[in-house]
């Protein structure tokens, strides 16, 4: 059974920064590609940025420069880490991969807030 786990949500002002971790059990994790997503109050869940079992990265346009993501496979985890936060970076960001015959899994979630 894939499980999902993230942490390093937060509060924090305009340009500060949080690091986001993923810690992922049930998968040979080092083979797959892993991703964060994001859900802002009424919106729709968008991807945020992608690691490939090779380590190639994509990003959305709105977070370029200022995210990065990058795992560990020795320690199962994917991590994002964000700098320069802005008020519209406010989401829940949620964890996410999709195995082969099994479908989406997806963590539970965790509330990024920036404001002053």
């Known amino acids: 059974q894939v499980q999902l786990v993230e942490s390093g949500g937060g509060l924090v002002q305009p340009g500060g920064s949080l690091r986001l971790s993923c810690t992922a059990s049930?998968?040979?994790?080092?083979?797959?590609?892993m991703d964060w997503y994001r859900q802002a109050p009424g919106r729709q869940r968008e991807s945020v940025a992608t690691?490939?079992?090779?380590?190639?990265?994509n990003y959305a346009d709105s977070v370029k420069g200022r995210f990065t993501i990058s795992r560990d496979n020795a320690k199962n985890t994917v991590y994002l880490q964000m700098n320069s936060l802005k008020s519209e970076d406010t989401a829940v960001y949620y964890c996410h991969v999709n195995i082969i015959l099994s479908g989406d899994s997806w963590g539970q979630g965790t509330q990024v807030t920036v404001s002053s």
């Open positions: 049930g998968i040979m994790f080092r083979i797959y590609t």
């Open positions: 690691i490939s079992s090779g380590g190639s990265t």
